[in-house]
């Protein structure tokens, strides 16, 4: 069910309207867009019988929702999601880069690709601090001590930190240390980490799982979205195929796909979606080209000795040509897509 | 790392060596078997020098592993591991079947579906309380009701209760309420959720990821050992491929697959492997003449009215009849295989 | 359309109806069976007004055909085809074994496999004379000199030989040589091809393509039938997946899903559908258990000498095993399912 | 085996080892370059003996090949080749782009399309004559009235034609009205054709199949070039994966991949490649930003009427817009990358 106010409807009347929803025992998610708001309505075992709501002030329409999706639609909120991050956004006019190592490995490693992060003029710094590694015997992060270097990264370069949570309780630590909450392709679908990240403060970019088809992936988004956490960035990682000559397929069509669906922004993984740093700067223009609000790229200073996936990550070099190059055709896009 | 003890070695022998191990820093996993015992050491952070334990009493040969696996190879058992369940057994002469509906959803349901896998011989009833739903809006499970179900079944039947952990909570009320405690195929790769399993009593029931390689599966399956719970079962439940006249594609050739590689039990699940409850029965006869070591199968008393995966349940005369055609290839394979 | 004709409708009563349909400008295809006879119309552009057959005599019923399927179809025949060749058969009571090495190299080593396929009691004997190789500088079969020693074969042993046609010139040779033509997976949409092998008297057998849908395999057959060739043999060969441990992923569960469309019998091959020789008898097992009705496996007297596909061929010694094993299975299997 | 000649070698020296390697039985290849020339060799049957051609005069090096691949590699040839079709070219500094319908379906739609691909200032002209189509049912082409209405648009706008051949026969066809073989998917591995292909002095245009590894994609060229013919251009078309938002999965990456490995030149087909025209241009940009020399795409008067593939195809209007896009991109793409 979804609910859509008047233009002209006051703020008193949509809280009218959220206070009946929550008086019958469902949740209200009230989106505040450009011309008017919407109200989602989840919590509802079955259908809900939208006529109580028809006649209250400031009611436009009521929508009975037959898609398996309710809030992360266009139906709700017709303008794409921007999220802020203190003075950084995702999903605006700016092109979103978070850049930085796979797993933090020691204070010199993290402090020289910051450097690197920082003079490019992105504003976010992703680094591992516990990596989810496929054999219990290969490097799993620095732990703690990657969270004090963390920490005096955000304090001297201004950057936002994005990194990982495995579980309940690393969402508690992001939360102290961090600034976006990501969810990795193995965690898609753990449904307890995605409503603990919907219960949090924090945005939450969560990566598309290997193997999850575009429905599976926003209503992932949705079980985040229906505990009151409306900041999802959406992240194509690329998919598991048959393909050998990469990692992973990177599946650029998820962009216009999702933007036909939803309101939320999508952002493009070439490190993980291809597995070879030779590919990433000319995925990284393609994503930038197929209308992406943003890039997430893996960038070592010295790749041949990375703990974890050296082959697939930059040298502060490459990257700033990348930047470079999608800076280029951004301009461009913004002007005219 | 691995040592193999002398089949003439003592128990004193192989507690001596364990400590050694231990005094080193590392972790120690002796498995005896019927010839030999075998040692495998876990915990070392780059390669360990084996000649420290060369010379020990009662060693005949100290083996570096090349392999990304450490625990699961038939080099550290050559047999296969048998689990034990009380009176119950999978991985031995005994085909396992465990069988029960997708979710409880009340005690009527749940009696009648027991009754009929009770009547069936086979001694272990599955059932979800909580349900990992692909949409936050469909039915979730009946929760802490369903574990009173539970428990009264298996005082009832006297069936082995095997069920599905979320998180790492969860993983405690199976160990209170069940026998088994089940990993999903979303959560193959949830590590924080494998290495608590690892460190419970009961056995462990994990599923392929439903894009997962082997070797991905076989170190979920290390994740678990190396906490040192060693009752692991396999469970082939399909992988996600193009095809689209089922649900998932049933990997067969991963039980021969596993065969050369794992000590392991392997067991098959061909309700969510086809999706459809014509093909369950025919896939189920092809699981068993593969050479699996048990069958996990849906079952409902009113398929029709399910709350989950009605389309691929049984009604219990379908499945009086799959556990007479299994049964009697079982008893052929068994001979001569 | 299809047009069914009353259980008590004469030979002369069908042919009268087959003038008609042929009369307005269709192809008419009549399938007699068990109880009654329906006949198939193609070569209709667009819908066909069915009024003009319902009062014609003998005629039960006139079906409008809204799947994608006309001549396939269990509405068209419900009795499973029994393709015979001389006095061999497929799709009836006998499990038929088609078996040979992968390509023909010489006499010494055709005759050597001739001998066990012949001795293990199986009626086909399958070789590529012509091999479709993925590169152009790896063996491509003997060629000529393969027919002739495929002719001897044939008269020596009394088996029936099944080889591939790559294009409309190799199925004359197959036409003057050999008992079934067999199209492979790389031409399964080699639509000048289906089309030609469809206006031969020989049994085609069809392979599944790497990534075809089972509708795409079925239409494919279809393609055969519309020219006149009502003799298809399907053979399920694995498709290509993520998965790394096989060459293909063999689908067992595309047999019960064609029984439930098609009329046309469906064979297993294990050695393609694996790739590796230590699959290929529990794959073959478990292709008899799901219902085949029959197996295509390669044989080789010494694989690991083999021009080609050495790595999946079974030795005259395993493959005797592997009859033995399936023979059980199949004992029990066409007495109950 | 390949023989590097020297830079200062003469023609008359290319000649004379080109004559000893013909002499010997094999079949030389020889492809000049900016700075040398290289000789490929095929033909031979196991290992040459390399040393009769190290001291023939103007040879520099002669290296044995080990990889699968002779003559697609950069080892032959280390610039990129550029295909001549009249004045127009693939390959080199101009963006090709192939514009038309799916099918020719009558002389209005061929010519309404043609004169909006032509004011575009594309030079190449697609259009299926006839049309492999999954199902023998469906429409499949004008055939010969098609040629006539190409041969037509030729002279009118004096468009390069580009059409797909189905056998060998239909390559005489194209020979005779058009300018470019265009090989279909299905058909990537139907070595027949390719060697027919092969033998014809216009272009090749070569799809990857449907399921094909990059490494027999690469091969199915290697055929074609094995009988003669260097001109041959490839398409990445999409792959088929579980994905079901798109018709196929468009695999950028194989841009880059092939840019490592080969000197022949690449383009994308985002209609095919994702089967929605809402998504045509976005993947269109993205193709270019990821360095293709070129696009094919779908453009139809009137998409709703069209007989096949109308979802995907753009109309004339959306076409230009799309032409606009990606010639921005392609502009600063040929400056810096």
Redesign the interface.
Known sequence: MLIVMKPSATAREVDAVVNVIQAVGFRAHPMPGATRTAIGI?GNEGPVDGRRFEDLPGVAEVIRVTK?Y?LITLDLRPEKTIVKIGDATIGGSELAIIAGPCAIENRDQAFAVAEAVHKSGARFFRGGVWK??????TFQGLGDKGWEIMAEIRDTFGLKIVTEA???SSVDLVEHYGDVIQIGA??M?????LRRAGRSKLPVLLKR???A????WL?AA??IM?EGNYNVILCERG????????RN?????????IR?ISHLPVIIDPSH??GNA??VT??A???????ADGLMVEVHNHPDLALSDGAQALTPAQYAQLI??VS??RE??VA??
């Open positions: 989840t398996p309710k989810p590694r496929t054999s219990p015997y495995l579980d309940k193995r965690n679908q753990n449904f307890s980490l799982g290997m193997a088809t575009l429905e599976e209503l949705e079980y229906a998919v598991r195929t048959f393909a050998q000559h990469t397929t990177l599946d650029l069509a998820a962009v216009p796909a036909r979606g291809t030779y590919m000319p995925l223009r393609a994503g930038v080209a197929v209308g470079d190059q280029a055709i461009i896009s005219n897509w």
